[in-house]
């Protein structure tokens, strides 16, 4: 079965403090997305990638987040200057083609900002 | 509004009894309707996908239906373990997107009792 890994599983950083947390999506896979989920909240889409740019972004995905693939296998997510409600639980995603409906998820990285 | 309401919030049951979840959505225009399993601090695992002219799909002891005309759904586990144990989210998939963003209920955490 195929998967899609991130880094790191637990991050615990500052406040103000810069987080990339990174993924892999599965190899041939072409579309790429974060989502993240506060503690005992729902989960909540961030940001889907495609093709080296933003497709679509949620009103939670301020300038503060970034996104980048930076070569052909890893998808990050960049937090800048992080606030105490960023701490969650961050997923990564993938689909391989449009028309495929089967998204694998990561098993996340959890983020607490102290 | 998207939204995707879950009911009850949490069941306790026997092992190796029946029960079924429920799932209201209003997301606009559908595309599909997905029953994620979600183990504590995991990523969610897909259980099922429906798209708008399907309303049953059956993956081993997990069998969903869906109401296009109502926007409801429903998972039946039959037989339940131990292993059941765990957080059932309903997820919708928006047309309007263009990737298919996801939106998720707060999910429906199950008990499975010996």
């Known amino acids: 079965e195929p998967e899609v890994t991130q880094t790191p599983s637990h991050q615990v950083t500052q406040m103000g403090q810069e987080v990339i947390l990174r993924c892999v999506p599965i190899?041939?896979?072409?579309?790429f997305y974060w989502y993240r989920q506060i503690l005992g909240q729902k989960v909540e889409f961030l940001v889907s990638f495609y093709n080296n740019e933003i497709s679509e972004k949620s009103e939670i995905f301020d300038d503060q987040f970034s996104v980048e693939r930076p070569d052909g296998s890893n998808f990050t997510l960049k937090i800048r200057s992080t606030k105490l409600e960023d701490s969650a639980m961050y997923f990564c995603?993938?689909?391989?083609?449009?028309?495929?409906?089967?998204?694998?998820f990561g098993e996340g990285s959890w983020l607490t900002v102290v | 509004k998207n939204q995707v309401e879950q009911s009850p919030q949490s069941l306790i049951i026997l092992e190796g009894k029946n029960c079924t979840l429920q799932c209201n959505y209003t997301v606009s225009p559908f595309s599909n309707l997905r029953w994620y399993k979600q183990d504590t601090g995991r990523g969610p695992v897909s259980l099922t996908i429906m798209t708008f002219s399907e309303n049953t799909k059956s993956n081993g002891r997990y069998t969903a239906t869906l109401d296009a005309d109502t926007k409801q759904s429903s998972l039946h586990i039959t037989a339940s373990q131990l292993s059941d144990s765990a957080s059932y989210i309903c997820v919708v998939g928006d047309r309007g997107s263009t990737l298919g963003r996801l939106y998720f209920g707060r999910g429906t955490q199950l008990t499975v009792w010996p």
């Open positions: 190899s041939n896979h072409l579309y």
């Open positions: 995603a993938s689909r391989g083609t449009k028309n495929s409906n089967t998204i694998y």
